[in-house]
T-cell receptor, first 112, second 112 residues
Framework: DAKTTQPPSMDCAEGRAANLPCNHS???????VYWYRQIHSQGPQYIIH???NNETNEMASLIITEDRKSSTLILPHATLRDTAVYYC?????????????FGKGTMLLVSP | DSGVTQTPKHLITATGQRVTLRCSPR?????VYWYQQSLDQGLQFLIH???????AKGNILERFSAQQFPDLHSELNLSSLELGDSALYFC???????????FGSGTRLTVV
């Protein structure tokens, strides 16, 4: 599985867009990029995933570069409740099942 | 409520004891995954079951075992408990490859 690299922490003002970067320069063509977040001691929460194209859902947008070596998770209007650890994970698609390997993630602190 | 149910929420037990953690996956999900989260290790994958069969093993100790029953609920058995086994234990389920995981709220195990 490709290794992902994320900044350990980021700050964002409430109401502003939070842009969380992830580097996955060794990602292979059959690996999805998944994003999860974990609010303190709660179970991780699925946010979004994509393979090649940009994706958007009610929670966030995912922008994947054309070469697929990096991606950005965008929370368009961050709220205090978005304070959490955000994990970017590369997951292979061809194994018949997929196991998530969590790294250290990015601690996003949203402030008033 | 994520749809994944874990019981008990909290468990305090003594060293050397054995405990069983229970997980009911989301309705219709055939896969169950177990994760351990301790303060210094982050989220560690333990084991994956699909429709009653073990599919993948991660960093699961020999003192730990798991199974998935015909009704798809799963149990994680931890024996000869040590202080270092104190952690949050999460269960997750999903429909299959290419689908995001849904995590339960976890069981907090404290070994004293």
């Amino acid at each position: 599985d490709a290794k992902t690299t994320q900044p350990p922490s980021m700050d964002c003002a409430e109401g502003r867009a939070a842009n969380l970067p992830c580097n996955h320069s060794t990602i292979s063509g059959n690996e999805y990029v998944y994003w999860y977040r974990q609010i303190h001691s709660q179970g991780p929460q699925y946010i979004i995933h994509g393979l090649k194209n940009n994706e958007t859902n009610e929670m966030a947008s995912l922008i994947i570069t054309e070469d697929r070596k990096s991606s950005t998770l965008i929370l368009p209007h961050a709220t205090l409740r978005d304070t959490a650890v955000y994990y970017c994970i590369a997951v292979p698609t061809n194994s018949g099942y997929s196991t998530l390997t969590f790294g250290k993630g990015t601690m996003l602190l949203v402030s008033p | 409520d994520s749809g994944v149910t874990q019981t008990p929420k909290h468990l305090i037990t003594a060293t050397g004891q054995r405990v069983t953690l229970r997980c009911s996956p989301r309705s219709g999900d055939l896969s169950v995954y177990w994760y351990q989260q301790s303060l210094d290790q982050g989220l560690q994958f333990l084991i994956h079951y699909y429709n009653g069969e073990e599919r993948a093993k991660g960093n699961i100790l020999e003192r730990f075992s798991a199974q998935q029953f015909p009704d798809l609920h799963s149990e994680l058995n931890l024996s000869s408990l040590e202080l270092g086994d104190s952690a949050l234990y999460f269960c997750a389920s999903n429909e299959g490859e290419g689908y995001g995981y849904t995590f339960g709220s976890g069981t907090r195990l404290t070994v004293v």
